[in-house]
C-alpha cells in the first residue's frame, strides 16, 4: 500500500509540479520582462507541446511499448528522429525568414521555438522511458524539469531575454535526459545503427500511422479553440476561459494521472480480459472526475457564493457550459485515447481524428445557418457529446480486439 502511494505521489508531482510552480511564478515574470514577453513565451510552449506530439514520430509510443531487449534501441531511434524534425523545423524558420515572410519578432524567436520544440521532444521521449522502466523518481524529475529550471533561472541568473532563459531550461532537460541515459553501446556503432534501422522498420505503423494522426489531433484541438470563439464569441469564451481551470480541474488532473497510468501497462497483447479490466478501472475513475467538474461548474455559475468569486454574467451561463463541454469530453476520454498507442491499433486512432475533423466541420457549417446563440450553444453540447462518444466507442474497439 505504501509504495502505491509513492508511485501516486510521484506520479503526481510530474504532473502539476512544475506547471504549479511556473503557475505561481507567472505574475511576477510578467512584472520583470512584460506582457509581450510573456505572450511570446507561451508561443514557445506550444512549440514545446507540439514537440511532445510529434517531434519523435510518435516513435515515444513504441518506447513505452518495448520488451527489454528492444528498449535501448527504440529510444535511440526516438532521439534521431527528434533531431531529424528538429533540423527541419530550424530550416523552415531559415526559409521563411530569408523570404520574408514571418514577421521580425517571429523569424527572431525562431531557433527558441526549434529548441523548445527539440526540448519538449527529448522530454517526452524520456518520460515515456522511465515510465516503461518504472522509475518514478526520475520521471517526476524529467516531466517538471523544464518549468522547475525556468522558474530557476529566471530568479537566479535574471537573464535579459525569457526566451533565453527558456531555451536553457530546455538546454537543461536535454542535459539531464541524456545523463539518465546516455549509455556506453553494448555493441560497436555499426551494430547499434543497425538496431536502430531494425527497430525503425518494427516501429514504422507508428510513424506511418502514428504521426499522421497525432498532427491531426493537434489540428483539431487547435480547430476546436477557434470554433468555441467563433460560435459563442469573445466575450463568452473569455469567461469560459477564466472558469476552465478551476471547474475542470478534476478532469484534467484525472486524465493526466490516467494517462500515465495506462502508459504503464505491461499487460500482454493477447490478454484481452487484463485490458478490459483496466479500462473499466481508468472509465470509472474519469467518470468520477468528471461528475466533480460538473458539480464545481454548476456552484460556480448558479450558487451566489460562486458567481462572487469568478464574477459571471448569468445570461451567459448556458454559452460558459457548452464553451467547456467539448474541453470536458476531451478530459474525460483522453486517457482511453493512449489504448491506440498501447494496444498498436493506430489505424483506429487515425479513424478517430479523421471523425472527429468531420465532426467539427459539420457543426461549423451548421452554425452559418443560425446565429441564436441558444442554437449555437447547443450545436457545441452535440460537438461534446460526439467527442465523447466517438472516442469511447473507438477506444472500446482497440482494448476489446
Not at 238 to 249: D, K, N, T, V, Y
Not at 251 to 257: C, E, I, Q, V
Not at 334 to 353: D, V
Request: aromatic share 6%.
Amino acid at each position: 500500500m505504501l509504495v502505491r502511494r509513492l508511485n501516486a505521489l510521484w506520479l503526481s508531482l510530474g504532473a502539476f509540479g512544475g506547471e504549479l510552480t511556473l503557475l505561481l511564478a507567472l505574475p511576477t515574470i510578467g512584472r520583470i520582462y512584460g506582457a509581450p514577453a510573456v505572450a511570446i513565451l507561451s508561443i514557445a510552449t506550444v512549440a514545446a507541446n507540439v514537440g511532445k506530439l510529434l517531434g519523435s514520430l510518435k516513435l515515444d509510443a513504441a518506447v513505452a511499448n518495448a520488451d527489454d531487449a528492444r528498449l535501448g534501441a527504440t529510444h535511440a531511434a526516438a532521439i534521431a528522429a527528434i533531431v531529424a524534425t528538429s533540423i527541419a523545423g530550424l530550416m523552415l524558420f531559415w526559409l521563411l525568414d530569408g523570404l520574408s515572410v514571418l514577421p521580425r519578432t517571429a523569424a527572431t524567436a525562431g531557433p527558441v521555438i526549434c529548441g523548445a520544440f527539440a526540448g519538449g521532444a527529448v522530454q517526452q521521449a524520456s518520460a515515456m522511458r522511465l515510465l516503461r522502466e518504472n522509475r518514478l523518481r526520475a520521471f517526476a524529475c524529467i516531466k517538471a524539469l523544464t518549468s522547475l529550471m525556468l522558474v530557476t533561472i529566471v530568479f537566479g541568473i535574471r537573464p535579459a531575454s525569457l526566451l533565453s532563459a527558456y531555451l536553457l531550461a530546455n538546454a537543461a532537460t536535454v542535459l539531464a535526459a541524456a545523463a539518465w541515459h546516455l549509455r556506453r553501446p553494448a555493441s560497436n556503432g555499426p551494430g547499434l545503427l543497425q538496431a536502430m534501422r531494425d527497430e525503425l522498420r518494427h516501429s514504422r505503423r507508428f510513424i506511418v500511422q502514428g504521426a499522421p494522426a497525432a498532427a491531426l489531433d493537434g489540428a483539431n484541438m487547435f480547430a476546436l479553440s477557434v470554433l468555441t470563439v467563433w460560435m459563442a464569441g469573445a466575450a463568452v469564451a473569455g469567461e469560459s476561459a477564466q472558469l476552465q481551470r478551476i471547474a475542470l480541474g478534476p478532469s484534467l488532473a484525472a486524465g493526466l494521472l490516467y494517462s500515465q497510468h495506462v502508459w504503464r501497462q505491461r499487460f500482454p497483447p493477447d490478454d484481452t480480459a487484463a485490458w478490459r479490466f483496466d479500462a473499466r478501472h481508468v472509465a470509472r475513475g474519469v467518470a468520477a472526475a468528471a461528475v466533480l467538474s460538473l458539480a464545481a461548474l454548476a456552484g460556480l455559475l448558479w450558487t451566489p457564493p460562486g458567481r462572487r468569486l469568478v464574477h459571471t454574467n448569468p445570461d451567459d451561463a448556458l454559452g460558459i457550459v457548452a464553451c467547456l463541454a467539448p474541453l470536458l469530453a476531451q478530459y474525460t476520454v483522453s486517457a482511453s485515447t493512449i489504448y491506440f498507442f498501447k494496444r498498436e491499433r493506430l489505424h483506429l486512432y487515425a479513424r478517430l481524428q479523421l471523425a472527429l475533423l468531420a465532426c467539427l466541420g459539420t457543426v461549423a457549417a451548421l452554425s452559418l445557418a443560425t446565429a441564436d446563440p441558444t442554437l449555437r450553444a447547443l450545436l457545441l453540447l452535440l460537438l461534446a457529446a460526439a467527442i465523447l462518444t466517438l472516442t469511447a466507442a473507438l477506444a472500446r474497439r482497440a482494448v476489446v480486439y
